[in-house]
C-alpha cells in the first residue's frame, strides 16, 4: 500500500496532479501487477496535509521506533540524534523568568568570566539535580548524551567545579538580585519578615572533621582558604544530642516565601544567628522592616541590634514574662 501521484494534461496544456491510496494486485488472467486505487485524495494542491500527517501518526503506533525510521528512509530523512527536551526546557523557561540566568550572567561577566558559559553549566547542574540526580562527572554524561539544553552540548568535569567555585563565591549578590526580581514579578510584600531556625543531624559518631576556616597562602602569595566545618554537637531540636548537626535558618515573608536560608554549625544558638541575617540581607534593598521571631531570639543584645538604623522587632513571649519590649 502506498500513496500515489498520477498527472493529467488539460486541454489548455495545464497539468493537474492528483493523491491516492493505492495497492498493487495481480491481474487474474495477465498475471501482471496492477494498481487498485483504494481512496481518492483530490486535486494534491488541494489535499488538507494535516489530515495526510494524521494518518501517518496513526500508521506510526503500530510500528516501532526502528520500523518507523526504516520507512521514511525512502524520503531521505537520516536521524542523527535523538534527545528529551521537555523537562529540561519547562525549567529554562522558569530559570529565565524568575531572572536566574540574567544574574548569573551579570556577575560572572563582572568578574571576566565568560557569562554565557558558566550560566549554562551552572542551570545544567540544576537541571540534572531536579530531573536526573547524580554527581557533576554524571551530569557531564547526561548533557553530553541524554538531554537537549539550549547552547549547551556539553561540558567538562573541571568546568562544573570551576562553575561551582564561581557560584559560591559570588552566592550572596546573585541571591539579592534573584530576590529582587522575584519579588518584583510577585508583588512580594516585605514589612514583614519571619525568621526561625531547625537542626538536622547525621547518622554519625563524629562531628566534621574539616578545619575551621582560615587562610592558607602559597609560596607564590595564592590565598587559599580551608573550608569551613559545620557538623557539630550541639542543643538538638530532633532529640539526637547523641548525633553531630548542622543549624538551618530561614528568613520568609508574611506570605510564605522564602528570601534566604543559612547553614551554621551545629552548636550556634539561636541569639547570634538574627544578627548574620540582618546583616547579610542589609544590601537586599528591603527598606524598612520589621523582624518577627520566636522567643528564642529575644536576648537584649538581639533587640537592641535589631532596632539599629531605625529597625523594629516583634518576637514571642510567654504570657507570663511578657514584658514592653516584646515589640518595638
Given amino acids: 500500500m502506498y500513496l500515489r501521484e498520477t498527472r493529467r494534461t488539460n486541454r489548455d496544456g495545464s497539468v493537474a496532479a492528483y493523491l491516492q491510496l493505492a495497492h498493487n494486485e495481480r491481474h487474474p488472467e495477465t498475471g501482471n501487477s496492477v494498481a487498485k486505487v483504494i481512496h481518492n485524495f483530490g486535486r494534491a494542491e488541494h489535499v488538507d496535509r494535516a489530515a495526510l500527517t494524521r494518518l501517518v501518526s496513526s500508521i506510526s503506533r503500530f510500528l516501532t521506533p526502528e520500523q518507523a525510521t526504516a520507512a521514511a528512509h525512502g524520503a531521505e530523512v537520516e536521524i542523527i540524534d535523538s534527545r528529551p527536551l521537555g523537562g529540561a526546557w519547562t525549567l529554562d523557561r522558569i530559570w529565565e523568568q524568575l531572572g536566574i540566568g540574567a544574574a548569573v550572567r551579570r556577575?560572572?561577566?563582572?568578574?571576566?568570566?565568560?557569562?554565557?558559559?558558566?550560566?549554562?553549566?551552572v542551570f545544567a547542574l540544576v537541571a540534572q539535580r531536579a530531573l536526573k540526580p547524580g554527581s557533576k562527572l554524571a551530569a557531564t554524561d547526561w548533557v553530553a548524551k541524554r538531554v537537549a539544553i539550549g547552547g549547551l552540548t556539553g561540558f567538562t568535569d573541571d568546568q562544573a567545579y570551576r562553575a561551582m567555585d564561581f557560584l559560591l563565591d559570588a552566592l550572596d549578590e546573585i541571591a539579592s538580585e534573584i530576590f529582587g526580581s522575584v519579588a518584583h514579578l510577585?508583588?512580594?510584600?516585605?514589612?514583614?519578615?519571619f525568621v526561625?531556625?531547625?537542626?538536622?543531624?547525621?547518622?554519625?559518631?563524629?562531628?566534621?572533621?574539616?578545619?575551621?576556616?582560615?587562610?592558607?597562602?602559597?609560596?607564590?602569595g595564592t590565598s587559599r582558604p580551608v573550608e569551613q566545618g559545620k557538623r557539630s554537637?550541639?542543643?538538638?531540636?530532633?532529640?539526637r544530642t547523641d548525633l553531630p548537626q548542622v543549624v538551618i535558618a530561614m528568613a520568609?515573608?508574611?506570605?510564605?516565601?522564602?528570601?534566604?536560608?543559612?547553614?551554621?554549625?551545629?552548636?550556634?544558638?539561636?541569639?547570634?544567628?538574627?544578627?548574620?541575617?540582618?546583616d547579610d540581607l542589609a544590601g537586599w534593598n528591603l527598606h524598612r522592616m520589621v523582624w518577627v521571631a520566636d522567643r528564642g531570639f529575644a536576648s537584649a543584645a538581639n533587640r537592641a541590634y535589631l532596632t539599629r538604623g531605625g529597625g523594629h522587632y516583634i518576637h514571642a513571649e510567654k504570657l507570663r514574662n511578657t514584658t514592653s519590649v516584646a515589640c518595638r
Fill in 196 to 220: 526561625d531556625t531547625t537542626s538536622t543531624y547525621f547518622e554519625v559518631d563524629v562531628p566534621e572533621e574539616i578545619a575551621d576556616l582560615q587562610d592558607n597562602v602559597d609560596d607564590d
Fill in 107 to 121: 556577575v560572572a561577566t563582572g568578574r571576566r568570566l565568560d557569562g554565557q558559559a558558566v550560566e549554562r553549566i
Fill in 233 to 239: 554537637f550541639g542543643h538538638s531540636k530532633d532529640f
Fill in 186 to 193: 510577585l508583588n512580594l510584600d516585605l514589612d514583614l519578615i
Fill in 252 to 278: 520568609v515573608t508574611r506570605d510564605g516565601v522564602p528570601v534566604r536560608c543559612w547553614t551554621f554549625a551545629g552548636n550556634t544558638a539561636d541569639t547570634s544567628i538574627i544578627r548574620t541575617v540582618k
